[in-house]
């Protein structure tokens, strides 16, 4: 049984243990694994923020959902302040700042071990990092906290013992990790883990605790990846397969190696199926970001996650290419400006639209243009990745607006639609149709005239019709006239 299990069903032990953490900070602060540490086989967090009594300790404790446990009480929040007339720091955050929970504990008077218990599923004869993160509340002279713990076979043979000595007063709250590594027995995956509090509670002995971890630890395993070191990008199409590279030292004896991906920035990781040699070449993909790392274990234990370590992470990632589309072609009146409408999907875009003439500014993503003569305008489009994409369009200038005179909606598939070409929705324009009694038969506003010659659906009958357009917010006067309906 894995102590994060074990500490679920013995709700007595969570708080010990958290304690036996505390006294780790200075002297083991300088003891962790110096090289490759794998996943945690425990991690205790205290939950995502706010009061909680998931963790129960023994009769010398007692749960209270105040911010200010007194002497032999303890509580699980995610912050505490004015505390004991300010005696005690003002802990905003646990010390990851993202808003988590961590145990508070203002010790009882009478020192002694907090927790004996044992502790399964760990792998024989492999170096395992026990850490914890750890704060002293207390801002004013007083008891300082002073632990002991040690990790003994079940035999009773000590393994490791470790003492944190006076944990010191600081100005302001600072979270620190502590820890110290040690080895399991070489036939026995259990481990005796003993927390004693040699100081007394009264007039200080305040700690907050946060993530608990007990982590494999072995030779250091560095990866790369080949031309970049441990980060590659590219853009959508371009090439993005990659060869990874890995350095192991000294110290495995039948070491089994396995890379891993994960899709979800390295909170979860899968085995690449194949991928068990040191080096790996990584086939091209479509976008995201993608990570890996080398997960090395002695054969005996290479299906045992807590028996594992890992590399460094190498990211690869694959950016998407901007959508572009420059927009639709366009009319404008000799003399007149225009606003161009693109349409742009992108992260961070930056805007240039080629060439520059006759543009009030080519690096807005709609400048107005006014040239004097047709004109195709190219934008380009890049994010803050490095991605590009370009899309073109085009400017014609006439004279005038020209209205058709007549149109044949017949289904002979010419001229069956009454259309006025350089009517460019920019015009703000409103076109109206009336048949010979003066009734509206066709009305459209600021987009493209385009009629099929029938009003709900119902074909209207060959005649000639009037139509009216006006321009508003314009100088440009209204337009009149009337054109023919040929069946």
């Given amino acids: 049984m894995c102590l994060y299990r074990w500490v679920q069903q013995n709700r007595l032990l969570p708080l010990f243990f958290l304690l036996l953490l505390l006294p780790v900070s200075g002297t083991l602060h300088a003891q962790l694994c110096s090289g490759s540490l794998g996943d945690p086989v425990v991690n205790i967090t205290f939950g995502p923020g706010g009061n909680s009594t998931a963790y129960v300790a023994t ?9 200010c446990p007194n002497d032999g009480y303890y509580t699980i929040t995610n912050a505490t302040s004015n505390c004991f007339n300010n005696s005690w720091h003002t802990v905003n955050s646990d010390h990851t700042g993202n808003g988590g929970s961590f ?78 590594y040690f080895v399991t027995p070489p036939t026995e995956s259990e481990i005796v883990l003993r927390l004693t509090n040699n100081a007394p509670g009264g007039n200080g002995n305040d700690i907050g605790l946060d993530d608990i971890t007990f982590r494999p630890c072995g030779p250091d395993i560095v990866t790369q990846i080949n031309g970049f070191t441990d980060k590659a990008s590219t853009c959508q199409g371009q090439a993005n397969d990659y060869d990874f590279e890995t350095i192991v030292s000294a110290g495995f004896a039948s070491p089994v190696y396995q890379w891993q991906q994960s899709l979800d920035g390295g909170t979860s990781w899968k085995d690449i199926a194949g991928a068990n ?15 890996y790392r080398l997960t090395i274990a002695e054969q005996n234990g290479a299906s045992i996650a807590s028996c594992r370590v890992a590399s460094n992470t190498l990211t690869v990632a694959v950016y998407p290419l901007p959508k572009v589309d420059a927009g639709e072609n ?56 490095g991605c590009s994409a370009s899309d073109a369009m085009k400017i014609f200038v006439v004279a005038d607006i020209f209205v058709p005179t007549a149109f044949t909606p017949n289904g002979d598939g010419i001229n069956d639609r009454w259309r006025i070409p350089y009517l460019d929705p920019a ?6 149709v ?18 099929d010659g029938k009003l709900n659906g119902m074909e209207q009958p060959t005649g000639i019709y009037v139509y009216q357009i006006s321009f508003a917010n314009s100088k440009r006067k209204p337009m009149k006239g009337s054109f023919t309906l040929i069946r």
């Fill in 103 to 180: 145990l508070l504990v203002n010790a009882t008077y009478t020192p002694g071990d907090f927790m004996v218990t044992k502790v399964s599923g760990l792998c024989p004869n492999t170096t395992y990092e026990f850490a914890a993160w750890l704060v002293n509340v207390k801002s004013t002279p007083g008891i300082l906290p002073d632990i002991t713990f040690s990790i003994e076979s079940t035999d009773g043979t000590v393994l490791k013992k470790y003492n944190s000595g006076n944990i010191p007063n600081t100005s302001s709250p600072e979270w620190k990790q502590y820890g110290f």
């Fill in 59 to 67: 009769n010398a404790y007692t749960y209270t959902s105040s911010p």
């Fill in 427 to 432: 015009f703000n324009a409103t076109v109206k």
């Fill in 277 to 291: 040699s040191l080096n790996y070449h990584r086939p091209g993909s479509d976008t995201g970001i993608f990570k």
């Fill in 330 to 385: 366009r009319t404008v009146l000799a003399g007149d400006a225009i606003t161009l409408l693109p349409t742009v999907v992108a992260t961070n875009p930056v805007y240039e639209w080629q060439p520059a003439n006759f543009l009030n500014d080519p690096k807005l993503m709609s400048p107005s243009a006014n040239p004097p003569l047709d004109q195709q305008y190219t934008l380009k489009v890049t994010t803050s990745e």
């Fill in 434 to 451: 009336f048949n010979r009694f003066g009734q509206p038969v066709y009305h459209t506003q600021s987009a493209k005239v385009d009629w």
